[in-house]
C-alpha cells in the first residue's frame, strides 16, 4: 500500500508544473528553453531505463520530472516575453547534454542510461542555476518545493535501493534542492544574520 504515495507525488508535480506554466504564460517566469527542453528528455530516457530493469511505481516522480518540463518548454513559445534569451553557454551545456544522451543511446546499457541521464539533467540545469542566482525573480520557487517533496514520495514508494531504482530519484532531490537553496538565499540570509545580532 505505501508504494501508491508515488500517485501523491505525480499530483503534487503536476501541480508545480501547473503553477510553473501559468507563471510562464503569463511572462512572470522566465524559463531557459535549453535547459527545460533537455529536462523533459532525460528523466524520460531514465524512466525507459529504469523500467526496462525492472523498476516500476516507484519510477513514476522520475516520469513526471520529464513531462512537467516538457508543458513548460512548450508553454514557453505562448508568451513571447516569457523565455530566457540565450547565450554560449547555454548552447554548450545544451551540446553537452545531447552529446551524453547520444552516449547512451550507443551504450544500451540501463545503468549505464541512468547515468548519462543524469549527467545530461545536471549540464541541461547548469543555465538555469546561473539565471536563478543572478535573477530569481524569473524563477517559480514554489515549484521546485513541490518537486522536491514529489521526489520523496518516490522514495518512500521503492522497494530496492540499488541504482536502477535510486539514482535518478536522489539526482533530482540534490538538484531541486540546490534550486530552492539559490532562490531562497537571500531570505535566509536575512534569518541568519538577524538571528545572529
Known sequence: MIQ???????????????AYVIDTVKGKTKPNRVTWLIWSISPIIGTVAAVS????????PTFMAGFGPLLVFIASFLNKKSYWRLGKSDYLCGALAILALALWA????PNVAILLSIVADLFAATPTL???WKHPETETASAYILFTISQITGFIAMKRWDFSESAFGIYLFIIDICFIAILYRKKIMRKFKKNRS
Request: proline share 0%; hydrophobic share 50%.
Open 4 to 18: 501508491y504515495t508515488v500517485f501523491i507525488g505525480v499530483v503534487l508535480s503536476l501541480i508545480g508544473s501547473g
Open 53 to 60: 530493469n525492472g523498476v516500476s511505481w516507484a519510477i513514476l
Open 106 to 109: 550507443i551504450t544500451k546499457d
Open 130 to 132: 546561473v539565471k536563478c
